[in-house]
């Protein structure tokens, strides 16, 4: 596992980003599998090498934790590279994508020290990466078209708080680890109906790391990792509807990288179910709204205050309206969550008609019956 990339590009430990960058064109070009003297595997390496030492954070890293960090910064194990909240899941009829922009609501501040580790090992790119965890959050219609924060309470492994999600018991040493020798990977026998094969697999003790602790922490058991009930605010876009999801980034379960406490989390998905309201339809962006009036409202019309999603407003009832007619509210819808602009709302009047009259009344309609109305 352990390859020196400063090595493998001809510089020193403290060359800088153009030295670096000098010694990459020039060992690819020597090494470029088209030329004769071309070599695939040693391409492979130094553009292996490159992309790690022209990565302030992924050099930073290597230096730190050395050979073992090998794998990560060529493949997969870092794909979700740190911390977008970004990440908007639409809820498939759009396909758009929904920023949440910097201000993460401090989930940077929860979660921070858990990332970019990335002590990935080269076989498994998946091995320590934490489970995705998916939940549902119900909200009102009244919060939809708001900015809402929500409180979502998960179970889920993380970082063990007694060690950090490093697994060693206070005081104790780290040792070379006996299951493999320090080598990180162990030689399995498996046996096929063609025969027997040898087959190397990151070490299952010390995963891939090839150091372990001599006293392992009592609270994991050496896991880095318990579950523990966490509650996570998560921002609510306005404008967000029925069955649409949203992702954070790293807010899954964690994964198990022993040793340094180094851990890539899983992505938290958060499906959001939008209560039905009792008095309005949501149609995309649209609301609609069916209003009863009385038969005099809708021969003399009116002016009655009537509920909308930002509150009441009043509402002109031209005189002689009919039934089924509808009246609209322009931008008394929602907020689109792709950007400005709103939906509107659609009142649809229906007249109402009384099922049981008063004598008073019984005898006012007998008057209008012979005015002929
Ligand atoms: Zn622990
Ligand atoms: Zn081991």
């Known amino acids: 596992m352990s390859k020196d990339y400063y090595e493998l590009l001809g510089v020193s430990k403290d060359a800088s980003d153009d030295e670096i960058k000098k010694a990459f064109r020039k060992a690819a070009h020597k090494h470029h599998p088209d030329k004769e003297s071309g070599d695939e595997a040693k391409f492979k390496e130094i553009n292996e090498a490159y992309q790690v030492l022209s990565d302030k954070q992924k050099r930073g890293q290597y230096d730190q934790f050395g050979s073992s960090f090998d794998q990560a910064g060529a493949g997969g194990g870092q794909s979700h590279g740190g911390f977008d909240f ?11 994508n929904f920023e949440f922009g910097g201000d993460g609501g401090g989930f940077g501040d929860i979660f921070g020290d858990i990332f970019g580790g990335g002590r990935g090992q080269g076989q498994n790119q998946n091995q320590g990466k934490g489970n995705d965890v998916s939940v549902d959050v119900e909200i009102t219609l009244e919060e939809a078209v708001v ?70 922490c009592s609270a994991c058991g050496g896991d880095g990792k318990t579950k523990q009930n966490k509650t996570i605010k998560v921002k609510i876009p306005v404008g967000i509807a029925d069955g649409q999801t949203i992702r954070l980034s790293g807010q899954g379960e964690v994964g198990f990288r022993p040793g340094k406490g180094n851990s890539i989390a899983g992505d938290l998905y958060i499906t959001v179910r939008v209560k039905q309201h009792s008095l309005f339809e949501r149609k995309g962006d649209d609301i609609i709204y069916n209003l009863q009036i009385s038969i005099s409202q809708a021969a003399l019309g009116d002016k009655i205050n009537i509920p909308t999603l930002q509150g009441e407003v009043k509402l002109k009832i031209p005189s002689g309206i009919q039934s089924g007619k509808i009246i609209k509210l322009k931008e008394k819808g929602i907020t689109h969550l792709q950007g400005l602009g709103k939906g509107d709302m659609f009142v649809v009047v229906q007249i109402a008609i009384p099922e049981k009259l008063s004598k008073n009344q019984k005898k006012l309609f007998e008057e209008l019956k012979k005015e002929g109305i």
């Open 86 to 96: 970004s990440g908007f899941q639409g809820g498939g009829q759009n396909g758009f």
């Open 147 to 216: 900015e809402t924060e929500k409180d979502i309470n998960i179970f889920i492994s993380s970082l063990c708080f007694v060690c950090d999600g490093i697994g060693a018991e206070k005081g104790s040493k780290v040792e070379s680890c006996k299951t493999c020798g320090g080598s990180g990977q162990v030689t399995k026998q498996r046996r096929t109906i063609l025969g027997t094969f040898a087959q190397n697999e990151i070490c299952p003790d010390c995963q891939g790391v090839g150091e372990t602790f001599n006293k392992k």
